[in-house]
């Protein structure tokens, strides 16, 4: 007898669902640990938490939670406007980046199109292009990072979506500015390429994007960004995409009407506002860095050099040391999934935070030696 789950397309039976990193509830249940005693380094948050006037604005409209969101994001459209110097036809806005993501895939894939992305980026590529039916061109990494000249060989006439994150999750690597111009230059105009800039906040100023520059030039160019990382508004998702007039349309028609909720809108214009809030966060996530990096390498483990707010390094029997960490009550990432089965990822956390990860890692190291 034929189930009905059966009956489902086989390109949405086969997805396997994206895995977030451990809660610390979820983990203090498994190992009877208490909440506090718990670090977690696994899912790239901001350790400052959030805006003082993010919070605050969160709170103000608390008191009028019974009515609908603003479905087009008014006052938000307008802070990113003036912030970015941008035009609010421009703009496309998210439960999340990730929403947006999923929005350009499902304005243009369907089943016999294609999407290009790097080996070892970011996993919502493949997940978003599997389930719109389309094929996923997954193309070897170079160091780890994105071989542009291997990635625009494999577009084709069926290709309808380049995916690049820079800096790129979960490896941290980036790419020049020249280099990522000139691929644009180079990308045929019946592919639109989504550039995730998830972490473009934790970049120097000299090597921070420029790509919303570039609109003008490139109309076939999305360019995503997020607020749960250097903003700190992981819990609320908020998320935006910044592309042509004709290209945005689109991907509204396909986007539910009242996608970002009214307290993650407000706290979004506030924490677009306090821009010494994210300059605490930068300068934190430099130290962070330093200190988790020279550790790494005090314990004579390579490591990826990151330009994100984690780091990927190398360590022998990954998944063991995983749950050996998880034991002692600190949460990382693993990797496996993305083709790095001897890597696991740790975000940046606070000073106290990485330096109990850097104990606990060693203590492990040297039970083992």
């Not at 499902?106 to 294609?114: I, V, W």
């Not at 919303?212 to 109309?219: G, I, K, Q, T």
Request: proline letters at 5%; glycine letters at 6%.
């Amino acid at each position: 007898m034929t189930r009905l789950c059966d009956l489902a397309p086989s390109n949405i039976r086969a997805i396997a669902p994206y895995q977030p990193g451990k809660p610390i509830t979820e983990l203090a249940r498994e190992m009877g640990l208490k909440p506090e005693s718990i670090v977690k380094l696994a899912s790239n948050e901001n350790p400052l938490g959030v805006s003082p006037k993010a919070y605050e604005a969160m709170q103000d409209a608390l008191e009028d939670i019974a009515r609908y969101p603003d479905g087009n994001s008014f006052a938000l459209r307008d802070c990113v406007c003036r912030k970015f110097k941008l035009q609010p036809d421009q703009l496309v806005f998210g439960n999340g980046s990730n929403d947006i993501l999923e929005l350009a895939a499902r304005a243009f894939l369907t089943p016999g199109t294609e999407a290009v992305y790097a080996q070892h980026a970011f996993a919502v590529y493949a997940l978003v292009t599997q389930a719109t039916g389309a094929t996923g061109i997954s193309v070897p990494a170079k160091d780890f990072g994105h071989d542009l000249d291997a990635m625009l060989a494999a577009v084709t006439d069926k290709t309808r979506i380049v995916f690049i994150a820079n800096p790129n999750n979960p490896t941290g690597t980036l790419i020049g500015k020249q280099a990522l111009r000139h691929f644009l230059a180079s990308v045929p105009k019946h592919a639109l390429v989504v550039l995730d800039e998830a972490y473009d906040e934790y970049l120097a100023a000299d090597i921070k994007s420029e790509a919303l520059s570039w609109l003008d030039e490139f109309d076939n160019l999305l360019i995503s960004r997020t607020l749960s990382k250097a903003y700190g508004l992981a819990g609320l998702r908020v998320g935006f995409g910044v592309t042509s007039p004709a290209i945005a349309d689109l991907m509204n028609r396909v986007r539910q009407p009242f996608n970002v909720n009214s307290v993650a809108q407000a706290a979004a214009v506030a924490a677009l506002q306090d821009d010494e809030f994210v300059e605490r966060s930068y300068a934190l996530n430099q130290a962070g860095m330093l200190q988790i990096t020279q550790g790494l390498a005090k314990l004579g483990l390579g490591y990826i050099p990151s330009y994100g707010n984690f780091v990927s390094f190398h360590v022998s029997n990954a998944a063991e040391v995983y749950q050996q960490l998880l034991k002692s009550g600190v949460i990382v990432r693993p990797v496996a999934a993305y083709e790095m089965p001897d890597y696991l990822r740790v975000s940046i956390g606070l000073h106290s935070e990485n330096a109990r990860f850097l104990e606990v890692l060693e203590q492990i190291l040297q039970a083992r030696s």
